[in-house]
């Protein structure tokens, strides 16, 4: 087993060093580029604080809708097909609750202040 | 060319247009992409009258984008949207070889706000943020009106045109993005009766258009103009890409589409159908993750490894997000 600090917190120390310490010395296109390398070890943070439980579930609604088991990446690809042939309706209430949960989780992750995001994960 | 070369040859250029006791002052990048890059600067005459101006241009053995309009045309299309009555900056000189600059062309330039952000926050603009919407409607009627005869030719794109590109660069990227492709079936199903073409501007949103207190000063960037749905410019404008987070507000996240509407009808654009506006809001939101996808492609290929591109590749789902609302409202 690996050791701690936790790669989470290790993560999110690193971009809280970024905002706090490090970007109030540079200005123009470098404190811009500190803005955006920040932004992106926290989305790193909530992807590893997130995804094992988002990729679970998504899996398990994807073997429902589905009926069969394979990889997160197969599934996909198999729901993409049936969409695209029609075997899948766009008013199929399966698929509308499983694209609707597994795009909040990709936002979650994504941009969690996104304004569309926060207005449709209010109404959960 | 070092940028004191460069100096020096536009310091030629402009003595040759305004007179030999003129200044070049202020010069500063604005953008320089892969193959355009955007200049300004002031040229000061003898007495101290100050002309500001921008340069846009090729630099010398860049290669044009295929399928973009020549940069000569842009120039064209500026001057042509003026003469309808399109807010414009005025285009001074198109550059020809002995001016050593590459292609391009010297325009006007115009003060004013294009930052979203601030446009849809600042004080400044409380007064024109209510009719803002009305007026671009008439600014994309006389846009659409422009007589394509008198210019040089440009591309005709169909939606299934544009479907089939954006279509080919999804499939480039190899994830499969159910979302996605719910949206491609629904354009193509729900595609409408391809109209006469009219010129489409092709990046009429937030960023492309110049504000003050008073009104629109001038509209940027015809990169992307091209013979097509005139609606195609209603429906993009209205994308939630570019609300900026006022996502109850379809026109750039400050105006009604019925105000977009009214202001395209009273100045003679026609009738406007809202379910064709809505169709190309759709495609909007599908091009916009679509081209984020592409975005991503650079990131991964190595073209560019900024973070800043590398993070693009996030926004692909804020759209998935969008077009469920579209597509699969929950209430």
Partial sequence: MQDRPDPIDLVRTVAQTLREKLMPQLSGSSAFEARVAANALDLVARQLERADASHATEMQRLESLLDRTGTLEDLNRELCARITDGRLAADDPGLKQHLWATTLDKLAVDQPTYAAYLAENNKQ | ?331
Avoid at chain 2, 36 to 44: G, Q, R, V, Y
């Fill in chain 2, 1 to 331: 060319m070092a940028g004191d070369d460069l100096a020096d040859v536009l310091l030629r250029l402009i003595r040759r247009l305004f007179g030999e006791r003129c200044r070049v002052a202020s010069i500063s990048r604005l953008s320089g992409g892969a193959s355009k890059e955007t200049l300004a600067f002031d040229a000061i005459e003898e007495g101290g009258d100050r002309r500001p101006l921008i340069l846009r241009r090729m630099p010398p053995h860049t290669n044009a984008k295929v399928g973009a309009p020549e940069i000569e045309t842009e120039a064209a299309l500026i001057t042509a949207a003026m003469a309808a009555g399109v807010p414009s900056p005025r285009v001074v000189h198109v550059l020809a070889p002995e001016d050593e600059l590459g292609r391009g062309f010297l325009m006007q330039r115009i003060d004013g706000e294009t930052i979203p952000r601030k446009i849809l926050r600042d004080a400044a603009y409380a007064g024109l943020r209510p009719r803002l919407a009305r007026e671009l409607g008439g600014i994309l009627a006389r846009l659409h009106a422009i007589d394509v005869a008198g210019l040089p030719s440009l591309q005709t794109i169909t939606a299934a045109d544009e479907l089939a590109q954006l279509r080919e660069i999804y499939l480039a990227d190899g994830q499969p993005r159910p979302v996605f492709e719910l949206a491609f079936r629904w354009i193509a199903e729900h595609a409408p009766q391809e109209p006469k073409p009219s010129l489409v501007h092709g990046d009429f949103r937030h960023g492309n258009f110049i504000v003050d207190a008073s009104g629109v000063r001038a509209v940027l960037d015809w990169e992307l103009t091209h013979l097509g749905d005139p609606m195609r410019d209603l429906g993009w404008i209205c994308t939630n890409a570019w609300r900026f987070g006022g996502i109850d507000k379809p026109v750039g996240g400050f105006g009604t589409l019925e105000d977009l509407i009214a202001g395209y009808e009273a100045a003679g654009g026609g009738k406007v159908d809202v379910a064709r506006v809505k169709f190309w809001e759709t495609f909007g939101s599908l091009r916009w993750g679509v081209m984020c996808l592409g975005m991503l492609a650079r990131y991964e290929r190595g073209g560019d490894r900024s973070i800043e591109r590398a993070m693009i590749g996030r926004r692909a789902s804020e759209n998935e997000i969008d077009l469920l609302r579209l597509l699969m409202p929950r209430r």
